[in-house]
């Protein structure tokens, strides 16, 4: 499994920008797809997660202003990021959740100014 992920940049407090992961290759034991991010000097953290049921699940912090969502045809994953705040300034990072295997995609960086 490859994953190639998007979108990242500077915006602006308040502003908005689309993250995309796209996967390739042997996915057919897919579960889910997330999104984490890394902030310098900061652990990973989990930030959103939609599963192949399309089920949901947000950090709290991100809940109301990212949404999580997928193009099953393409097999691409998205992030949605409204109403970004300097915190959500990291390297964001797309991750399959297989059956056996979790397989991360490069980081995108994305940063907000205030």
């Known amino acids: 499994v490859q994953l190639q992920a998007s979108g990242g940049g500077l915006v602006q407090a308040g502003g908005s920008l689309r993250l995309s992961c796209a996967a390739s290759?042997?996915?057919?034991?897919?579960?889910?797809m997330g999104w984490f991010r890394q902030a310098p000097g900061k652990q990973r953290e989990f930030v959103a997660r939609?599963?192949?049921?399309?089920?949901?699940t947000y950090l709290n912090s991100v809940k109301g202003r990212f949404i999580i969502s997928r193009d099953k045809a393409k097999n691409t994953v998205y992030l949605q990021m409204n109403s970004l705040k300097s915190e959500d300034t990291a390297v964001y990072y797309c991750q399959y959740i297989g059956d056996s295997q979790f397989v991360w995609g490069q980081g995108t960086q994305v940063t907000v100014s205030s």
């Open positions: 290759g042997s996915i057919a034991s897919l579960n889910a």
């Open positions: 939609i599963t192949i049921s399309d089920s949901t």
